[in-house]
């Protein structure tokens, strides 16, 4: 009987452990494509209103049938601007009323959340501070001048990540050398779907 209630009060704690885990846990979300799924680790603590933004998008539906459109990378930028290479999507291409539609997100910059432009970093693009929203992209190695101060931004202000890829990061190499021209991916990328996982 003993042996029992020790066992069953085990098996209690491990149940409170994985469900506080669970609680705390970081929100995932998979970027569906040909290449395969991108797995991304979403930093809600650091940059709340990003998250909660693109985590709305994501639960209304909005990346059914989007794509990733763009790549920067060594060749197509010019010589004098400074260099950055990642892969951008979104619905700017497949639904551009509902990406103008949509409220601009408040700018969270790393200087507040800490999170840097490293490898497999998903930040949202934007034109002023406060007007990104649908569109993102995903960093191909470290690149600073997106960070706050960053050279890649007139404003100084740099860009708002939001999470990680931390699976399939094979499947963004292969869109990244996927066919372009003049930056734009030829033909674009398809999304299938960004959903939680």
């Known amino acids: 009987m003993r042996v029992m209630k020790k066992l069953l009060y ?12 669970q609680r705390t846990a970081n929100p995932h979300v998979i970027i569906d494509t040909k290449f395969g799924g991108i797995e991304i680790e979403l930093y809600p ?3 709340p209103k990003t998250v909660a933004a693109f ?4 639960d209304s539906g909005f990346y059914k049938r989007a794509n990733f459109y763009r790549v920067l990378n060594d060749e197509n930028q010019p010589s004098n601007a400074p260099k950055a290479e990642l892969i951008q999507g979104g619905i700017w291409k497949t639904n551009y009323q509902k990406a103008i539609a949509v ?10 959340t800490k999170l840097l432009h490293k490898n497999g970093i998903i930040s949202l693009a934007r034109a002023e501070p406060g007007t990104a929203g649908t569109e993102f992209f995903i960093c191909i190695g470290d690149q600073p001048g997106f960070d706050y101060g960053g ?3 007139p404003d100084g202000q740099g860009y708002a990540p939001f999470g990680k890829v931390v699976k399939g990061m094979d499947a963004v190499l292969n869109i ?13 990328i398809v999304i299938y779907n960004i959903s939680r996982r």
Do not use: M
Not at 55 to 58: F, N, R
Not at 103 to 112: A, D, I, Y
């Open 10 to 21: 085990v098996c209690w704690v491990l149940f409170i452990v994985a469900c506080s885990e």
């Open 103 to 112: 409220r601009g997100v408040p700018h969270e910059p790393t200087s507040q």
């Open 151 to 153: 050279d890649n931004n």
């Open 176 to 188: 990244y050398k996927s066919k372009e021209y003049d930056q734009k991916l030829d033909p674009p």
């Open 45 to 47: 603590e650091q940059a």
């Open 55 to 58: 985590l709305g998008y994501v």
